[in-house]
């Protein structure tokens, strides 16, 4: 169980997360999550398919609270890599300090996947910079548990960065 400087230091659902992520690393397994909500339909919207999917892989519903969450098209990045014509779903969950903000695009797979956006250390600007796909992700990120995590296949390729920054690839 975290200890209670923990508690002091992380709301509810960032204190959930992190507890998520030490469990997985002392069991080496991640929660079971079940299925993912189905394709969205016509009336529902593709934004709230889209959210769903989020509330989902980070079990939001089951926090005994509700947590909000905001969704709009963002206008910088690409739905898919390389796209030209629609534009990636920006989904912002209130935190303690500073909002969570999640980029969700499809990768090579064409699967749904969701990043979260901060400053990338070169050239400030808001990128994509850690892939999130479960909450044990998202508790190792507040916990700065980078060796646990790959970083965003999205990061050098995101049209955010600065023009002039190193780390954006071509």
């Known amino acids: 169980m975290p200890s209670t400087t923990m508690n002091s230091v992380f709301n509810p659902l960032e204190l959930a997360a992190v507890t998520a992520a030490i469990n997985r690393a ?4 991640s929660a079971p999550l079940g299925p993912e909500p189905g394709i969205h339909s016509e009336k529902d919207g593709e934004l709230a398919w889209v959210e769903r999917v989020l509330r989902h892989r980070l079990r939001l519903d089951s926090l005994n609270r509700p947590v909000a969450v905001r969704t709009e098209y ?9 796209g030209q014509h629609y534009r990636a779903a920006v989904l912002t969950v209130p935190s303690r300090g ?6 969700a695009t499809y990768d090579e797979q064409r699967r749904l996947s969701f990043d979260l956006v ?11 910079t850690e892939e999130i796909t479960c909450f044990e992700d998202l508790g190792d990120y507040l916990l700065q548990a980078r060796d646990a995590l790959g970083g965003s296949p999205r990061f050098r390729y995101s049209p955010a960065h ?8 071509d």
Not at 74 to 81: F, K, M, S
Not at 162 to 169: N, R
Request: glycine share 10%; charged share 10%.
């Open 98 to 103: 500073n909002a969570l903000s999640f980029l």
């Open 26 to 29: 002392r069991t080496g397994r």
């Open 74 to 82: 963002g206008c910088i990045q690409p739905l898919l890599t390389g």
């Open 118 to 128: 901060d400053l990338c250390s070169l050239c400030q600007q808001q990128v994509p």
């Open 162 to 169: 600065a023009a002039d920054c190193p780390a954006h690839g």
